[in-house]
């Protein structure tokens, strides 16, 4: 009985791998059922997975979009003629 209960037991650094692997829906039962117990004595890790939720949730929400490359290039290049007509 002693190795089962040892197996459930984790540390902090791998209820973050679990945690980051919940939110993106890639954990398994078991690592969910770890991470549950290791939250529940552990006052850092449930801060740190709340706040995970949190930015997940938000990012969601704010349906951020990439800026194309050719956008880039051109303000790249803008921030050269700029650079140049400054200092010559």
Request: hydrophobic share 30%; with cysteine; glycine share 2%.
């Amino acid at each position: 009985m002693g190795v089962k209960k040892k197996n459930f037991l984790i540390d902090c650094s791998e209820a973050g791998i679990c945690c980051d692997k919940a939110q993106y829906k890639d954990a398994s039962f078991s690592e969910k059922a770890k991470l549950l117990i290791h939250l529940i004595y552990c006052k850092i890790c449930r801060k740190r997975t709340f706040r995970n939720s949190k930015l997940t949730k938000l990012i969601k929400e704010s349906k951020l979009q990439s800026c194309p490359e050719d956008q880039k290039k051109v303000w790249k290049e803008q921030i050269q003629t700029k650079n140049t007509t400054e200092n010559p």
